[in-house]
């Protein structure tokens, strides 16, 4: 009679071990860019091994399955961002494009704003330039600030004061880090309004 109490504890016990150990399994696989490109149908873009792309593994089922877990104080607007760049990690680049399935740098920033609620008119890199102004200096490598690049001719979305998330043409939508390229060819920054209560509602 106990053990029959004790057997649903039990089983639920191993069932999560299980699952931490098949998550630290698939984390310390050694997959290829290439294995990964051809797995999402995106072989034909030119990836060389020590480029540092990041190619989602989500199907469009697990994509639309996903559901946001908002903590009670965190911020909403942040989240909703955070799951449309992921969403979109490792889509191809296609000038023009806003998506679902491909984007072209301002494209991509247009799409994960209307994801999160904030919508503007679509527009080039330079377009945005224009339309929106710039951020305080201690904000410039805030999550959510538009960064522009080689004479506002691209745009990406800053991570932080490491990286920021772009839709490459050789690489798709992927998280670059700030290194010496990338800052020799900042433009500047521009940070796109987001009401208050997008920004603090959970």
Request: with cysteine.
């Amino acid at each position: 009679m106990f053990s029959k109490r004790l057997f649903p504890y039990a089983l639920a016990a191993c069932l999560s071990l299980g699952m931490i150990a098949q998550t630290a399994l698939a984390q310390s696989a050694d997959i290829s860019l290439h294995q990964l490109a051809k797995a999402n149908a995106v072989s034909n873009l030119p990836i060389a091994d020590d480029d540092p792309v990041i190619i989602s593994l989500a199907s469009a089922e697990d994509i639309k399955a996903v559901t946001l877990v908002t903590a009670p104080s965190g911020n909403h607007f942040q989240q909703l961002m955070t799951a449309a760049i992921d969403q979109r990690l490792g889509s191809p680049y296609v000038w023009g494009a806003t998506g679902p399935s491909a984007y072209d740098c301002s494209g991509f920033v247009w799409s994960i704003y209307q994801s999160a609620g904030i919508d503007f008119e679509r527009g080039s890199a330079r377009t945005l330039w224009s339309r929106f102004t710039a951020p305080a200096p201690s904000e410039q490598y805030k999550f959510g600030t538009l960064v522009f690049f080689s004479n506002l001719a691209h745009v990406g979305v800053v991570a932080d004061e490491h990286g920021f998330y772009h839709a490459s043409r050789h690489h798709g939508v992927v998280y670059s880090p700030f290194n010496d390229y990338w800052l020799a060819r900042i433009d500047g920054f521009r940070q796109v309004p987001v009401p208050v209560k997008a920004a603090t509602t959970d």
